[in-house]
């Protein structure tokens, strides 16, 4: 497809489980982004891929949060022993010039 | 570390003209964006102001004013559609962008 795309729309699992979610960004974009919002909130950065360089993995809340990004494809946003407060809608996006950045639909994450 | 401020909600009428400011404390600046989202939707682009002035696009334009630290937001001719919640960010270099809280606008009939 042309847009960013995420995957699940949507994830309920129980506290303590690990969950995966995945993005694919639109061709051809070199920075990729992951960010979360809580209801009625603003968007919070949580890691930063631009190329090959090393992630920017400064707003990563605890180390239950890891994410990887295979070349400039693919990333997953990998969430360990899921809490009550991780329950949030998670937005990638991609972007190839300073300031626009595209985002996907988001998977809305819910823990029980 | 970069903060920004905009109002909560706004609202208007049909037609009017609503302004949206923001103000931000950034430790580097690059530019000053614009999104829209509806509820349940994902952000939208609207604009990017990287110099001083007023980028018109539309309806829609966005002012920036980097010695004082303010943007602006201008919806014109406003439509019922345009209910939505509008933030501002600042990119300050890395290319992630520091989002504000967002205003809540609505329009009535």
């Known amino acids: 497809g042309a847009g960013v795309s995420q995957s699940p729309s949507n994830k309920v699992t129980e506290k303590g489980k690990d969950v995966e979610l995945r993005c694919d960004p639109i061709?051809?974009?070199?920075?990729l982004y992951w960010y979360r919002q809580r209801l009625g909130q603003g968007l919070e950065f949580l890691i930063y891929f631009q190329g090959n360089s090393a992630p920017d993995k400064s707003g990563l809340p605890s180390d239950r949060f890891s994410a990887e990004r295979t070349g400039e494809s693919v990333s997953t946003l990998t969430i360990q022993r899921t809490q009550q407060e991780d329950s949030a809608v998670y937005l990638c996006a991609s972007s190839y010039r300073e300031g626009e950045q595209f985002f996907g639909p988001g998977t809305r994450l819910t823990v029980l | 570390g970069q903060s920004l401020e905009q109002p909560s909600e706004v609202t208007a009428v049909e037609g009017a003209i609503v302004q949206i400011n923001c103000t931000y404390q950034?430790?580097?600046?690059?530019?000053l964006s614009w999104y829209q989202q509806h509820d349940g939707g994902a952000p939208t682009f609207l604009s990017y102001?990287?110099?001083?002035g007023l980028e018109e696009t539309g309806r829609f334009s966005s002012f920036l004013s980097r010695s004082d630290s303010y943007g602006y937001l201008l919806l014109q001719e406003l439509q019922m559609k345009d209910s939505a919640s509008y933030f501002c960010?600042?990119?300050?270099?890395?290319?992630?962008?520091?989002f504000g809280s967002g205003t809540r606008l609505q329009v009535q009939p």
């Open positions: 102001n990287a110099l001083d």
């Open positions: 061709s051809g974009h070199t920075a």
């Open positions: 960010a600042v990119s300050a270099g890395r290319r992630a962008l520091t």
């Open positions: 950034t430790s580097g600046f690059y530019g």
